[in-house]
C-alpha cells in the first residue's frame, strides 16, 4: 500500500501545474472555438444574407480604400482582453472569469472565420486570414502569458475568500506580474501599428485572389 502511494506521488509530482493551467484555458479556447463555429452553423437564411451582404460591403470597401479600422477601435481589440485580464488576477471571481474570456475569445474568432466560409467559400478562409492574422499573432500570445500568470493568482484569493484561506499566508504579487503586463503591453502596441499597416495590405491581397 504505501510502495503504490509512493509510485502516486511521484506521477503527480511530474505535472507542473502551470502547464496545466495552460492546457485547461487551451481546452476552454478551443470548446469556445467549436461553439462559435456550430453557432455560425445555425444561422437561418435570412440572417445569412443579412451577413453576406454586410461583408460583401464590407468587401468593396476595402477593395476602394475606403476601410480603415480607427485607432480606438484596434485599441480596444488589442488591449480589451489584457486589461481584462490583468484586473481579474486582482479578483477571486476571476477563477471562473478567466476560463470564460478564453472560451469568448475562441467562439468570436472562430465566428468571424466560420462566417466568411460560409459567404465566400474557401476563399472566404483567404479574407479571414487577411483580416484576422496579423491581430492573433500579437493577441493571442498575450492573452495565454497573462491568463497562465493571471489565473493562480485569482484561485489563491477565491480559496482565501471561502474560508481556506484562514491558514494560509496573503496572496502576493511580486514585480515579475506588472512586468508581465508592461512587456505584454509593449508587444500589443506594436500589434496595434501593425494591424493598421499590413492588415489593409493582406486583405487586398486576399480579394484579389478570389
Same mark, same amino acid.
Not at 475606403?66 to 480596444?76: Q, T
Not at 481584462?84 to 471571481?93: D, E, Q, R, V, Y
Not at 495565454?144 to 493562480?152: C, K, S, T
Given at each position: 500500500?504505501?510502495?503504490?502511494?509512493?509510485?502516486?506521488?511521484?506521477?503527480?509530482?511530474?505535472?507542473? /501545474?502551470?502547464?496545466?493551467?495552460?492546457?485547461?484555458?487551451?481546452?476552454?479556447?478551443?470548446?469556445?472555438?467549436?461553439?462559435?463555429?456550430? +453557432?455560425?452553423?445555425?444561422?437561418? $437564411?435570412?440572417?445569412?444574407?443579412?451577413?453576406?451582404?454586410?461583408?460583401?460591403?464590407?468587401?468593396?470597401?476595402?477593395?476602394?480604400?475606403?476601410?480603415?479600422?480607427?485607432?480606438?477601435?484596434?485599441?480596444?481589440?488589442?488591449?480589451?482582453?489584457?486589461?481584462?485580464?490583468? %484586473?481579474?488576477?486582482?479578483?477571486?471571481?476571476?477563477?471562473? %472569469?478567466? /476560463?470564460?474570456?478564453?472560451?469568448?475569445?475562441?467562439?468570436?474568432?472562430? +465566428?468571424?472565420?466560420?462566417?466568411?466560409?460560409?459567404?465566400?467559400?474557401?476563399?472566404?478562409?483567404?479574407?479571414?486570414?487577411?483580416?484576422?492574422?496579423?491581430?492573433?499573432?500579437?493577441?493571442?500570445?498575450?492573452?495565454?502569458?497573462?491568463?497562465?500568470?493571471?489565473? /493562480?493568482?485569482?484561485? $489563491?484569493?477565491?480559496? %482565501?475568500?471561502?474560508?481556506?484561506?484562514?491558514?494560509?499566508?496573503?496572496? %502576493? +504579487?511580486?514585480?515579475?506580474?506588472?512586468?508581465?503586463?508592461?512587456?505584454?503591453?509593449?508587444?500589443?502596441?506594436?500589434?496595434?501599428?501593425? $494591424?493598421?499597416?499590413?492588415? /489593409?495590405?493582406?486583405?487586398?491581397?486576399?480579394?484579389?485572389?478570389?
Amino acid at each position: 500500500m504505501r510502495g503504490r502511494m509512493v509510485l502516486r506521488t511521484i506521477r503527480l509530482g511530474g505535472w507542473d /501545474p502551470n502547464l496545466m493551467r495552460l492546457l485547461l484555458l487551451a481546452l476552454a479556447f478551443l470548446a469556445g472555438a467549436l461553439a462559435g463555429h456550430l +453557432y455560425a452553423g445555425s444561422c437561418g $437564411e435570412e440572417a445569412w444574407e443579412a451577413l453576406g451582404q454586410y461583408l460583401g460591403d464590407y468587401c468593396r470597401a476595402y477593395d476602394g480604400g475606403g476601410a480603415e479600422i480607427s485607432l480606438v477601435s484596434c485599441v480596444v481589440m488589442y488591449f480589451g482582453y489584457a486589461v481584462l485580464l490583468f %484586473l481579474l488576477g486582482f479578483s477571486a471571481a476571476g477563477v471562473i %472569469l478567466i /476560463p470564460a474570456l478564453s472560451g469568448m475569445f475562441g467562439f468570436f474568432s472562430m +465566428y468571424t472565420v466560420s462566417c466568411f466560409v460560409r459567404c465566400y467559400g474557401r476563399a472566404g478562409a483567404a479574407l479571414a486570414l487577411g483580416a484576422m492574422v496579423v491581430r492573433l499573432v500579437f493577441t493571442l500570445p498575450c492573452f495565454f502569458l497573462l491568463a497562465g500568470a493571471a489565473w /493562480p493568482l485569482s484561485t $489563491e484569493l477565491f480559496a %482565501l475568500s471561502f474560508g481556506r484561506g484562514k491558514r494560509s499566508s496573503p496572496v %502576493l +504579487y511580486g514585480s515579475r506580474y506588472f512586468l508581465l503586463f508592461v512587456l505584454c503591453g509593449a508587444f500589443l502596441a506594436l500589434g496595434v501599428f501593425c $494591424e493598421r499597416l499590413l492588415t /489593409p495590405l493582406l486583405f487586398r491581397l486576399a480579394l484579389g485572389a478570389i
